[in-house]
């Protein structure tokens, strides 16, 4: 089957957008760098509409309960009764270890993965500590709104003067999250108020701002025509892009996305899950569940292992403080931890070793916990390698770059295809820094790849012999055919920044809406009066990160939805 053609329209002032705006120029852009386990800020202020990126660029390290570190731990207690935050981050986790909290307040943590891995079409909850739901986005909302109370909080302690109206603002997200998840993002924000005005807030795909901020600061260099790909190695997914160097300036680097940006659930947070496993499997399910409902010992433990992942080198064997709560026999407990440990070393054949309440873990067995987390990575990037045997540069961002388990396997397959691994500076800060930078010029990525194909759904005339008869409507006379499926852009279709798509008059045969394989991402109505043609004009605006719909029926009426897009 042919691909669709698609008319891009290069003015984006006339047609169905003829009345978009131009964005206003702020005082200030901050951008926020929402991760699974951490999250932080930094914030630039435009001299005459440009921005130094080794130099203005002002990471926030002012986090209560976590001063001087640019990021804070992703964690938050909300008011039981108001759903209001009380207290966020490393803070959050602190607080969460006063187990009299518990009986009034919810604490959460890791639930940006819950986005990730909830069901199509059912409702975005996300589960606290002890396992009770509650609506995503009020979650997100109140981390939010904590940020922006942080930023500017520490605005004012420094003096400088800003209302909210200076303030643009740019989030993060990955890549490969779906529609869905994205729209709940800027539903979230927009309720948190980061939008106080239309066109305050953008989004970006974390894995280009990564991408810029290593051009602009000189992180790697290169020169136009260059493909590369950025693997973002964050907490809870791992993203992937592949762009071209379109203009190898620091200043104005400008990029062109190759293939549509892919990954998954690989992140670092992948080895936590195998490190409880084997505490389960090791003290036992009583003990396990009684370590789980204990907000102390569970949060410790978490810390212990993530200091412990943090400082493998993949040859000293790492050492994990346990808690109380994990070595404290029960009446239902048959065996001490001593004795689970040495049942579980002559089962197994390992030699975990337990001296007073600190656990002494292998080297090997630790490092086939990382291999583990990392193998769908390095098989992906391989796959990625051989279908664009163009790549010259691989560059690894993220906190989890810094893991040199991951650092070392990487280069090792690297090698086999003579391809230069790069790892800039403080990789763990790439995304927010190359947020504000593309929070100034978002035309810094001129083009994308699809990555599904996007349409409306409409009726439209009933054509006898090519429409199924059990699709005919009939409304004040006139025959329609219902739930057509119109494409705009097609998957893996080159979309440039900015761009109005109105499908062509040499439309395939259409497809129906309602086709298992079709999925709603946003919904707005216009009516079709019955006094003119009929007839409703409809485009989509690729611009940034999002995607515009707006229909026009011949009375001029109109309706426009807004989504987050690839």
Aim: glycine share 6%; charged share 25%; net charge negative.
């Amino acid at each position: 089957m042919p691909p669709h053609e698609t008319h891009e329209v290069k003015n984006t002032t006339s047609g169905v957008f003829r009345n978009i705006l131009k964005r206003k120029t702020y005082n200030f852009i901050c951008a926020i760098d929402f991760g699974t386990s951490g999250t932080g800020f930094c914030y630039a202020a435009p001299n005459e509409g440009a921005i130094d990126a080794k130099r203005d660029i002002i990471p926030n390290p002012d986090w209560p309960g976590n001063q001087g570190r640019g990021k804070t731990n992703t964690s938050i207690i909300l008011n039981k009764t108001t759903n209001t935050y009380i207290k966020f981050g490393t803070e959050a986790k602190y607080a969460a270890r006063d187990s009299a909290f518990n009986d009034k307040d919810r604490f959460f943590e890791l639930f940006k993965m819950q986005l990730y891995e909830h069901m199509p079409d059912t409702p975005f909850i996300v589960k606290d500590t002890a396992s009770k739901e509650i609506d995503a986005i009020i979650v997100f909302k109140e981390s939010l709104r904590f940020i922006k109370t942080v930023f500017f909080e520490h605005l004012r302690k420094r003096n400088v003067p800003c209302s909210e109206m200076d303030v643009f603002w740019v989030v993060t997200i990955p890549a490969i999250w779906d529609d869905a998840a994205k729209l709940l993002m800027r539903e979230a924000a927009v309720a948190a108020e980061l939008e106080k005005e239309e066109g305050q807030l953008m989004f970006a795909l974390e894995p280009e701002a990564a991408s810029l901020w290593c051009l602009a600061s000189g992180g790697i260099s290169l020169k136009e025509k260059d493909v590369y790909m950025v693997v973002d190695c964050g907490g809870g997914t791992v993203d992937i892009a592949i762009h071209e160097v379109e203009r190898a300036d620091e200043r104005h680097p400008r990029v062109k996305e190759i293939a549509p940006a892919s990954g998954g659930a690989w992140g670092s947070t992948s080895i936590d899950r195998c490190v409880f496993k084997l505490f389960e499997e090791v003290f036992g399910r009583n003990r396990y569940d009684k370590m789980m409902k204990d907000p102390l010992g569970h949060t410790q433990l978490q810390d212990n292992v993530e200091r412990a992942k943090c400082s493998f080198n993949g040859e000293i064997n790492p050492v994990i403080q346990l808690p109380d709560s994990l070595l404290n026999s029960t009446k239902d407990d048959s065996d001490t931890p001593n004795q689970a440990i040495s049942n579980y070393n002559r089962i197994n054949q390992t030699r975990l070793q337990l001296k007073g309440s600190t656990l002494l873990i292998p080297a090997a067995i630790f490092s086939e916990f990382i291999s583990s987390a990392i193998r769908s990575t390095l098989n992906h990037v391989n796959d990625l390698l051989v279908k664009y045997s163009n790549v010259k540069y691989v560059v690894m961002v993220g906190n989890f770059a810094n893991c040199v388990p991951l650092q070392k396997q990487m280069e090792t397959l690297l090698d086999t295809f003579k391809i230069k691994l790069i790892i800039p500076d403080q990789p763990g800060d790439a995304i927010m820094k190359g947020a504000v930078l593309y929070g100034l010029d978002s035309s810094s990525v001129t083009s994308r790849r699809a990555r599904k194909t996007y349409g409306v759904r409409k009726i439209t005339a009933f054509i006898d012999g090519e429409h199924p008869i059990e699709r005919l409507v009939i409304r004040s006379g006139l025959r329609f055919c219902s739930a057509v499926f119109d494409p705009f852009v097609q998957k893996n279709e080159t979309i440039c920044s900015d761009h109005i798509v109105e499908p062509s008059d040499e439309d395939e045969f259409p497809q129906f809406a309602d086709h298992y394989s079709v999925e709603i991402i946003g919904k707005h109505t216009v009516n079709i009066p019955m006094n003119g043609t009929g007839s409703i004009t409809t485009g989509m605006l690729f611009g940034d990160t999002e995607l515009r719909c707006k229909s026009v029926n011949d009375l001029g009426e109109e309706a426009e939805t807004t989504l987050v897009w690839t």
